[in-house]
C-alpha cells in the first residue's frame, strides 16, 4: 500500500545541534515529495519540495533535504538549530501519476528545541 | 503578496449548533482545498474545488459537512448540528490549478472549532 512514514513522533535537541527529520515512502514510483512546517497557532508553511534533478534541495529559514531513491527516503536537514525552529513538521508526497488533490502527509515529527 | 487567509481564527460553539467557516485563497489560485486536523493528529483531506469543476467531496466525513465556493474566490465550509467530535483545526489551502502533481498547495492558518 502506498505510503509516507515519518518513524520519529517527537525529537529534542539542543540549539545550535544539527537536526535530522526522517520520511520515507512507499510508491511504485518516484512521488513528489515536500516538507511543512507548522508552528504553534499557525498553518503549514512550505519549506522545501522535490521533484526532479538534483538530489539536495535548498529550502527556507536554512533547512535543506536529500532524496536518495535506494532508501526511498526524503530526510531533512539543517545544520545548526535555532529555538524557533521548535514546531511540528510533516513530509507530504503526491503521487507520481496523480493529482495536487492527493497530497498525503505523515504523521509528523514535533521537534522541541533546548536551550 | 497576500497568503491564505481564514476566519474566525477561533470558533467555539455548542453541541448541535450550525459554524461557517471562511477562506480566501492567494488571487489567481483556481484550486482550493479543505483539511480537518485533529489534536495530535495528521491533515484528513475534506473537499477539493478545481475552477468550475464540480467539487471532489470524497473526503467529507458525513452529510452534516459541505462546502461552497464562489467562482475561483472565496469558499465556506459549513457544519451542520455540530458534534463534538467536530473539534479540530480546519485548514484550507489554495493552488495554481491544473491538477498536476507539482501543483503546490499553499496553506492558511486555520480555524480551530471548539465543539462544547
Known amino acids: 500500500a502506498q505510503s509516507v512514514t515519518q518513524p520519529d513522533i517527537h525529537i529534542t535537541v539542543s540549539e545550535g545541534a544539527s537536526l535530522e527529520l526522517r520520511c520515507n515512502y512507499s510508491y511504485g514510483a518516484t512521488p513528489y515529495l515536500f516538507w511543512y512546517v507548522q508552528s504553534p497557532g499557525q498553518g503549514l508553511q512550505l519549506l522545501l519540495k522535490y521533484f526532479s534533478g538534483d538530489t539536495l534541495v535548498q529550502g527556507i529559514k536554512g533547512f535543506e533535504a536529500e532524496f536518495k531513491r535506494s532508501q526511498s527516503s526524503f530526510n531533512l536537514r539543517k545544520p545548526s538549530v535555532h529555538w524557533s525552529d521548535a514546531a511540528e513538521y510533516f513530509c507530504?508526497?503526491?503521487?507520481?501519476?496523480?493529482?495536487?488533490?492527493?497530497?498525503?502527509f505523515g504523521s509528523g515529527t514535533q521537534l522541541t528545541v533546548l536551550p | 503578496g497576500a497568503g491564505v487567509s481564514q476566519s474566525p481564527s477561533n470558533k467555539v460553539t455548542e453541541k448541535g449548533k450550525d459554524v461557517e467557516l471562511r477562506c480566501d485563497p492567494i488571487s489567481g489560485h483556481t484550486a482550493l482545498y479543505w483539511y480537518r486536523q485533529r489534536l495530535g493528529q495528521g491533515l484528513e483531506f475534506l473537499i477539493y474545488?478545481?475552477?468550475?469543476?464540480?467539487?471532489?467531496k470524497s473526503g467529507l466525513p458525513s452529510d452534516r459537512f459541505s462546502a461552497e465556493r464562489t467562482g475561483e474566490s472565496v469558499s465556506t465550509l459549513t457544519i451542520q448540528r455540530t458534534q463534538q467530535e467536530d473539534s479540530a483545526v480546519y485548514l484550507c489551502?489554495?493552488?495554481?490549478?491544473?491538477?498536476?502533481?507539482?501543483?503546490?498547495?499553499?496553506f492558511g492558518p486555520g480555524t480551530r472549532l471548539t465543539v462544547l
Open positions: 507530504a508526497v503526491v503521487p507520481y501519476s496523480g493529482s495536487a488533490r492527493q497530497l498525503t
Open positions: 474545488f478545481q475552477g468550475n469543476s464540480a467539487p471532489d
Open positions: 489551502a489554495s493552488s495554481l490549478g491544473g491538477g498536476l502533481p507539482t501543483d503546490t498547495q499553499y
